[in-house]
């Protein structure tokens, strides 16, 4: 069988299109299959006993330590302008919002451009290496915030960086997490 040359560019479009179709969808199915594992992961974690070193620090945070506190852990790095953005949002609710207890999980990132950050950013968080949890319970990317409620249980799990999101969830957190 052969193509009549008159219809050529109509077919090539046709098949780029197709290519574009099935990539579009494998890569929105791909990322929805990790939003889904890192939940079904996170489920399965005891939350009791979770614990982080500080950064540059021999201290263990535990999140028992928070007990009877609501907790965000923001899981970031230095490299990604969304995880910055989300900090910036989190130092400016945490301002309004006090009792919130915000967890800054580093991850994939060196110590000198961690401390340069902090110097530059006087956040009020807990600032703690997170790269191991991360990618224990395939975390599929930064930022990615888990939201712990006042009993130590998990309330709501979130990846990327849509603040008006966050925001919602964080409130629901503070009025109704317990």
Not at 5 to 12: E, R, S, V
């Amino acid at each position: 069988m052969r193509l009549d040359p008159k219809y050529f560019n109509l077919f090539i479009a046709i098949c780029a299109l197709l290519t574009l179709i099935v990539i579009i969808y494998g890569t929105i199915n791909y990322s929805n299959q990790q939003a889904l594992e890192f939940r079904d992961n996170l489920e399965a974690v005891q939350l009791d006993t979770l614990s982080f070193n500080r950064f540059n620090s021999d201290e263990i945070i535990s999140l028992t330590q928070f007990e009877g506190e609501p907790v965000i852990i923001q899981f970031w790095s230095t490299w990604s302008g969304k995880s910055i953005g989300v900090n910036r949002f989190l130092d400016e609710y945490i301002d309004v919002h006090p009792s919130l207890r915000v967890v800054a999980a580093i991850v994939r990132d060196g110590d000198e451009q961690v401390s340069r950050y902090l110097s530059e950013n006087n956040h009020d968080f807990i600032i703690v290496q997170g790269t191991e949890f991360f990618q224990e319970i395939l975390i599929p990317g930064v930022p990615s915030q888990i939201l712990i409620s006042r009993s130590g249980t998990l309330f709501d799990a979130q990846v990327g960086d849509d603040i008006d999101a966050l925001r919602t969830k964080l409130d629901s957190l503070l009025r109704d997490g317990t």
